[in-house]
């Protein structure tokens, strides 16, 4: 496995001695290229959207199924679908590591048990006519990357989401989209900072 593009050293060094401005004109520099980075996977971003299309008119479900800011993020999406575009509850389902606790407060550890993931999908009914999308900017998220073995063993369609290479989590989904943006300002934080509520929520 590559090291990880999402922990390695910043570009931008001795953040504590620039100016607001400063700071606020790096990271704004940082997020022009997020855009172009998302272009050159926009072909396997329109093989998924047709597959959960496809499931979606069959009766089938989305699943999305993150730790941390990437569960949370994603609950925000699944939240928004019904009152922004009429969608029914419960067709698209955000699951977070460590369960509603962890959407305001962090649970600690949550995230690193490997079969926790997979409970919480069979609690909702998990069959091979969902398909469940792995987000985990690392990649390596065990909470995220069980789950997915589990339901590949089960036929369901999968999908992940990475903002690293060749990752556990993309060897390990149907379809991976891998979205390599570099590092960011602050070392660490891509799903609070740049691609991950900014842009590929959007898409």
Known sequence: MEDKTTEKDSSY???EKMSVYDLLRSINQEDKSVPQVIEKSLHRIETVVVLISEKLRQGGRLF???????GRLAIVDASELPPTYGLEHGRVIGLIAGGDAAIRKAVEFAEDDPEQGWND???HGIS???VVMGIAASGTTPYV????????EHNI???GLTCNPDSLLAKNVHYPIEIIGGTEVVTGTNTRMSL???NLFSI
């Open 121 to 123: 999908l069979q609690g």
């Open 64 to 70: 999305y199924l993150g730790a941390g800011t990437s």
């Open 145 to 152: 990357v069980g789950a997915v073995k589990r339901c590949k």
């Open 128 to 130: 091979k006519h969902d």
């Open 13 to 15: 060094t001795s953040l």
């Open 157 to 159: 369609l999968t999908i």
């Open 196 to 198: 991950l509520p900014k």
